[in-house]
Every structure is written in C-alpha cells, then in structure tokens.
C-alpha cells in the first residue's frame, strides 16, 4: 500500500490524464450516486481497473441549503429551528455549539439543571444518530437484520426524546441560555428502564453484527487510515479515535458539565474499517453510562434556563465553540456587529472533515469494499452540505 | 401500460372477477345451453353402451364418479400431467409461491418486524398476488441500445431452464416428469446454463452496472460447480447410479447425510452460491452495483426472473433432500384406507376408489415426507438471509476454488474407504438391497 503523498501524485495524475472513458484507457467510469441505493445523498465518480478502484472523485454539494447564510438573516433565536435540519436526528448536538457561541459571546452562563439536560439530550441525540447510521451500515453490508433492529430500537430514544422536548426529531431544545422546558415528573425512570433495555440490545447487535465472522473478513484490514495520515487529513471524531487517536472534544475541551463527568474515551489502534465501525457502538456503550450518570448528578430543582430577551443583540466580536457530536468536532465560528442577527456564521462539521479521506482510502481497494469504507467515514451528506 | 386506478382496492377486484365470472355462467346457461340443445334436434347422436347420447345422459355422465374416475386416474399418469402439474411446473411454482410468503413472514419475525398484513385478511397471504398483479400492470422498459431480442428472451429462458430443472426432480416412486438414468448429470448440464443466460442478458442491458453485475455471477457459479459436483460424486459411488430415483431408494436403510455430513455442507453452501442468496448475494450486491444484473429489469421480466430463481430454489433444495437426506423415506403416518373398510364396502364406488388405486397411501406417504423435508431445507436457505451479510468477491473466490474442493475430497476419501473396506455400498456388508 503506498503513502498519503503518493497516493495524492497518483490521485492528481490521474484526474489531469483522464477526462473520458475511452478504449484505451480499459477503464470503467462509474457514477455512483446521487441516485445510488449506496450514497444517499451524494456522489462520488470512480474508475475500475478490473475490480479494482483506481480513481475516486468526490462530488458533494447536492443538499446544500445556504445554512450559514439563512443565519444572517435572521436573530440569535429564530436561527435555532433551521440550524437544526442538516442533522435532524443529532440536532441537539448541532444546536449545542450554537448555543454555546452565542452564550460565549454574550456572556453568559447557564443554570447548572439546564447544563445537565443539555448533556443529556445530547447523549440521546448521539445514541439516536449512531442507531441510524448503524442501520445503514447493515444494510450497505447487505445485512438486513441489522438494518431493522437499530431502526426499531431507535424507537426506545425517541420516545424518551418526545417526553422530554416534545418532538421526537428536530427538538429545538438547546436554546442560547439553557433549554426551553424542564423534564417531565416521571422522565428519570423512564430514562433509566429505556437505557437498560437498550444496553441488552447492544450485546445482541455484538452477537449478530460484529463478530459475524463474514462481517469480520468483509471489514478488518480494509481501508487502512494511519494515525499520521489520519492526523494530516484533519478528520474527527471516531474516524480519528479508530485510528488510534484518543482525542474526543468531551474530554479535551470540556464544554458545561462534562468535566465533572467521568467516562472513557473509546479509541482503537487497528485504523481499519472495523475499528471505524465499532467505535461508534462503543460510544453508544459509553453514552448509556453518561446518561445515567448525569441523572444520577443532578440537582433536584433549579432554572433550566437563562431569561434573554427575545431580539438579544450580541457585542461586536466574535466566539468559537465546539462539541464531539455524532460524527465527530463540530464547531460554530460567530462573528457579531453589534445587532440583533449575527454578521457571519460559519459552521465546521465533522461530516465535512472526515469525507475527505474517502479518495484515499477508496484508491487502491475492491469495488466490494466501497461500502464498508464509505459509510465507516460516519459521513452524513445532508450535514457536509449545509 | 397504464398505471393502477388510485382508489383502487384489492378486495374489489377479486370481487368484480367474481362477479364477471358469474355473469359469464349465467349467460351461458341462459343463451347458449338453450341454443345449443336447440341444435341438437337436428343432429343425429352418438351412441355410446348401446345408449342414445341425449344431453341428459351426457350431464348424468360427468356427475358418475364411476365414469369420471377412470377418466382422471388416466389423466394423471400422462407424461403432459407429469411435467405440467404435479412432480412438474405447477407443483414447483407452488412451493415457490409459499416459499416467497414463508420468508417475507419470516424474516419479519427474526428482524422484529410484522411483515405482509393487508391484502387477503389473513396475515397478508395474498401479497404475492398483489404484486404479481402490480408487476404484470407494469411497463416493461427496455433501455435504448439495448440488444432486444436477447432482452426479452433472456427472462424466458431462464424460467424455463429451471423449470427443467424441476422436471428432473422425483417426489416419491416412479413420480418423476423425466425419469432420465443420468439425472444427477442432467441436472449439473442444465445448471450450467444459467451463468450463460445471465451474462448475455447483463451484457444485453447495455448497462454499466448489470455488466459488472453478470461478470460477478459468471465468476461466482464457475468457481462453486466444480465443488457442487464433487460434493454429490461420494453419492454416485455409494448408491452405484446416476438415476436420481434409484440414489434416493438406496437410501431406504439410512440417510446419506449421516455418513458424508461434510459434503452436505459444502452442497449446501454451493447450492447457495448457485442461487444468489445471502451471503453470496454479489451479482444483486445492492450497495454496491445498484441491482447487478437486475438493474434494467422492470415488470414482469423482473417478475419472471424472480419466479425463476425460486423454482430454481426449490429444485436445489429437492435435489438436496434427494442426494442427502433419504428422499421421500419416512415413517409411514397416512392409513392403508381412506376411508376405512372401503375395500369391502357393498358401495361399488367407495370400493371402486379403494381398488382402482387413486389414494395409495405409499405414494402419498411419500410425497409427504419429501415435501416436509425440502421446506425444512428451503428453511434453512432463508434462516441465512437473516444473519449473514454478504461477503467479498475474492473471499468468495478462495472459498469455491480452494476451501470447499479441499472439503469434498476429505468425505469423498472417507466414503472409498467405507466402500473398499467392505462395510458400506452396494455389496457391502451394511447392504441397501
């Protein structure tokens, strides 16, 4: 297997060399995607050497929705409910960042019970997210079981999701200065049996799933990313902890509660396909022991929330925050001028960060390893878009 | 092809069938019975037992089982009946059709799912209808440049090649559409034209991914005949015969299985490979290449096509209960009579039924414990769509060329010992006959 750079001489050749499919190049173009049971919503072009994949292009683009301009438009509140759709089923992390920036340029701090239930939502939420992308890891393996039990099973957060914030996606919940309501009376053991069943259903997805033997053989040596590669690429989250990093935004930068929680980073050192599957399951693991942490921690009553003023304007500067999400860091750059609508925002998500490592890992492998490389990048279109 | 009304409903379109075909009788007994008596008078009438065949004596007739029951007992053992209805298509596309049923419902219950619920009340039991319904109103889209002869014969061959492969397999003694004497060979000649159909009709597609999709299954079958063949060469040599009826009465003191158990595995696995099923499920890989060589088949070639691979299901797993599992033998659990004491009944019809041989509780016996054993096979093929994912085509490659060749020669070595040490085979001491 040759080096990153080389791999990049290679990549860079080859995309000056050839522009269309000829006779003598006995290559195959293929479009796969945007309309592709393999993608979603997504392209990539590549080029096959027998069954071999020698060139890969990436053509991201097709869902995006100006994000970070609708924001400029509109106030530090009314941004909430449609920052939330690149992702909506992690919005409460990706709401989490914003609220966060805009906490930190305004300069304020929220109510310790609001702290507690941001965490918690976002634990739910990145359970929820991880659930999702599992099933889609199943059925891209050609796993059909595995498509339908995370799918079924996601039922169990988004019933605690709708007690607590109401909606079961798209919770607009994380709001600048805490969260807009307060848990429901009987929400703590709810939580509780929800999580304990789901963690008996996690062994069960370990059964089925990760040690199937032809799981295993389909996955482990794949798509090998170095730590040093994967450092100079710049992806996050698990992408980099599978590669051997442990570097998670909780621990290294602990937002609100997070430094007074104790869990693990999950990291593994075998930088292959399978790592990159399993540290998301992992992280689940570990999410299911957060939650019940956090419940267990915190205060009985108290504000959930900071009272703003509906139109808050912002002091002219600028905040930078950031939170581990689903897929990885994700951060909010705000820029203020002094008014009620921010003047630039400008949102870094891991999807973005960690599509970038596809062309390298994809040149060089079997048409067959395509899908459990792409989606172990815990890429999500909609999100890189924005 | 136009598409389906939207307030249509399933319900009344079985309704209004029914009610066309009660109008079709009326009219017929109202109109034409009347017209046709009317003509009658003016016709002279055959004489049949020194009788004037009036059109009484001609309905009386078609009621008396005494002169029906020759009739259908002759039909029955026609070679058109054989390989039209019972051992033959009909009988194969039936147990394909509850095959289709047993797995949605199935693997709806192993992925916590509900599965086929609707249409026909009862637990959905009438979605395939629906669908073969739907598929039939479909356009059939032949993509432009395609080759399109090749297109629209492709889907037909391939029915009908596993259609013959179903001919060959025998239900119980003497039950066989074509009792051929190489009929193991038979059947692995007629398997060998499926990768021939499914390459010309990927490359007829004219399409980038039904290509990669034909190259796959074309890689994909060659690599699993040779094992195929060598895991059913042991029971040639043990049961002395190619005839697939004589391999399976062999087998009437103990079951194949129990002495080359290896070989059944990796018979089990090739018929998998042989039939696209999860996890050798390449040449339709989803994630990867779209549908395979699926990709441009709409309506009802898809359709045909999935018939096909069911009926070719069931002929691998017949084939399977045949070579290994004892072939019909089973205890017998039908009764001798019918309807007890019939044979010496005074009814000349109850005794006529008894004697004239159309309940045989043999032959029926048979077919039972064959019928049980092939769903239990075709069980089994399902059970692994559940569990497995689909795995890598060089892995798959290593697996048919290497692992499994290297497995049947371990059984078949232990199965010439058993022989040439005079314990098991034909003159052996442990002798079927």
Not at chain 1, 98 to 119: C, H, K, M, N, W
Not at chain 2, 201 to 223: C, D, E, T
Not at chain 2, 326 to 332: D, K, L, V
């Amino acid at each position: 297997m040759s080096s990153l750079d080389e791999k990049i001489d290679e990549a860079k050749k080859l995309s000056m060399q050839i522009v269309k499919e000829s006779d003598e190049d006995k290559l195959m173009t293929l479009s796969v995607g945007p309309q592709h049971p393999g993608t979603g919503h997504f392209r990539f072009i590549i080029k096959l050497d027998g069954d071999y994949i020698v060139y890969v292009n990436i053509d991201p683009g097709y869902v995006h929705r100006g994000e970070e301009k609708m924001c400029e438009y509109r106030n530090y509140f009314t941004n909430i409910p449609h920052l939330e759709r690149p992702v909506i089923h992690d919005s409460a992390n990706i709401t989490y960042s914003y609220s966060l920036a805009v906490e930190d340029l305004i300069g304020i701090t929220v109510p310790r019970r609001g702290q507690f239930l941001r965490a918690i939502t976002s634990e739910l939420d990145r359970i929820n997210y991880t659930l999702y992308w599992l099933a889609i890891y199943g059925i891209f393996l050609g796993h059909s079981t595995m498509f339908m039990w995370p799918a079924a099973d996601r039922e169990l957060v988004l019933d605690l999701l709708e007690r607590l914030t109401g909606h079961r996606i798209t919770h607009a919940f994380n709001i600048p200065g805490g969260v807009r309501n307060d848990m429901p009376n009987n929400f703590k053991e709810k939580c509780l049996s929800q999580i304990n069943y789901l963690e008996k259903r996690l062994k069960e997805y370990e059964h089925i799933f990760y040690n199937n033997p032809l799981f295993r053989q389909r996955t482990e040596g794949v798509g090998i990313l170095s730590k040093e590669d994967a450092i100079k690429l710049g992806v996050t989250g698990s992408v980099l902890r599978a590669s051997g990093v442990p570097y998670d935004i909780r621990k290294v930068e602990p937002y609100d509660i997070y430094n007074e929680i104790d869990f693990n980073v999950q990291y593994m050192k075998t930088c292959d396909s399978f790592a990159r599957a399993y540290i998301p399951f992992l992280d689940v693991r570990e999410s299911c022991h957060i939650i019940r942490e956090l419940l267990d921690k915190m205060p009985e009553s108290g504000d959930v929330r900071e009272k703003l003023l509906s139109n808050i304007k912002g002091p002219p500067g600028e905040s930078f925050k950031r939170v581990e999400s689903g897929r990885g860091a994700l951060s909010y750059h705000i820029v203020s001028d002094g008014t009620s609508r921010p003047y630039r925002v400008k949102i870094s998500t891991g999807s973005f960060r960690n599509i970038l490592a596809l062309p390298f890992l994809l040149v060089g492998s079997m048409l067959g390893d395509m899908p459990p490389i792409y989606w172990s990048l815990n890429y999500w279109p909609i999100e890189a878009d924005r | 092809m136009g598409a389906l009304n939207p307030d249509f409903r399933f319900g009344n379109f079985v309704g209004s069938i029914i009610q066309l075909v009660l109008f079709i009788l009326a009219f017929v007994t109202l109109l034409i019975l009347p017209i046709i008596f009317f003509m009658l008078f003016f016709v002279p009438l055959p004489v049949v037992d020194g009788q004037v065949l009036t059109p009484y004596l001609f309905f009386s007739m078609m009621v008396d089982p005494s002169r029906t029951l020759p009739i259908v007992q002759f039909l029955i053992h026609t070679d058109l009946f054989r390989a039209a209805v019972f051992p033959g298509f009909a009988f194969g596309a039936l147990v394909a059709a509850s095959t289709i049923f047993i797995e949605r419902k199935l693997l709806a219950k192993m992925q916590l799912r509900i599965g086929p619920l609707y249409a026909g009340k009862i637990e959905g039991i009438f979605q395939l209808l629906a669908d073969g319904l739907k598929l039939v109103s479909k356009e059939i889209i032949v993509p432009s440049g395609a080759d399109k002869m090749i297109f629209w014969l492709a889907p037909i061959m391939f029915v009908s090649t596993s259609a013959a492969v179903v001919a060959l397999i025998p239900v119980a003694s003497g039950w066989v559409a074509a009792d051929v004497d190489v009929g193991l060979i038979a059947v692995f000649a007629i398997l060998g034209f499926f990768p021939l159909i499914i390459l010309l009709f990927s490359w007829a597609s004219n399409s980038k991914y039904p290509f990669i999709g034909g190259l796959r299954a074309l890689h994909q079958m060659v690599a699993f005949e040779i094992p195929f063949l060598l895991s059913a060469l042991p029971v040639v040599i043990f049961s002395g015969s190619l005839n697939l009826s004589n391999i399976a009465l062999s087998q009437n003191l103990f079951w194949n299985i129990f002495v080359m158990p290896i070989n059944a595995f990796v018979f089990f696995i090739s018929s998998l490979a042989e039939l696209e099923r999860v996890p050798f499920d390449l040449p339709e890989a989803e994630s990867e290449i779209v549908a395979g060589w699926l990709t441009e088949t709409s309506g009802m070639i898809f359709g045909l096509i999935q018939l096909g691979n069911y009926l070719k299901l069931y002929a691998l797993a017949g084939l399977f209960v045949i070579l290994f599992l004892g072939g019909w033998y089973g205890p017998q659990i039908f009764p001798q009579e019918l309807i007890p004491g019939a044979s010496a009944s005074e009814d000349p019809l109850l005794r006529m039924v008894a004697l004239e041989g159309l309940y045989n509780p043999v032959t029926i016996n048979s077919i039972f414990w064959f019928t049980v054993k092939t769903f239990g096979i075709i069980l089994l093929m399902l059970i692994t769509r559940g569990i497995n994912p689909r795995i890598r085509i060089d892995i798959l490659l290593h697996t048919g060329w290497y692992k499994l060749i290297v497995l049947t020669f371990i059984n078949l070595f232990i199965v010439l010992t058993l022989i040439y040490g005079g314990i098991l085979g034909p003159e052996g001491l442990i002798s079927a006959r």
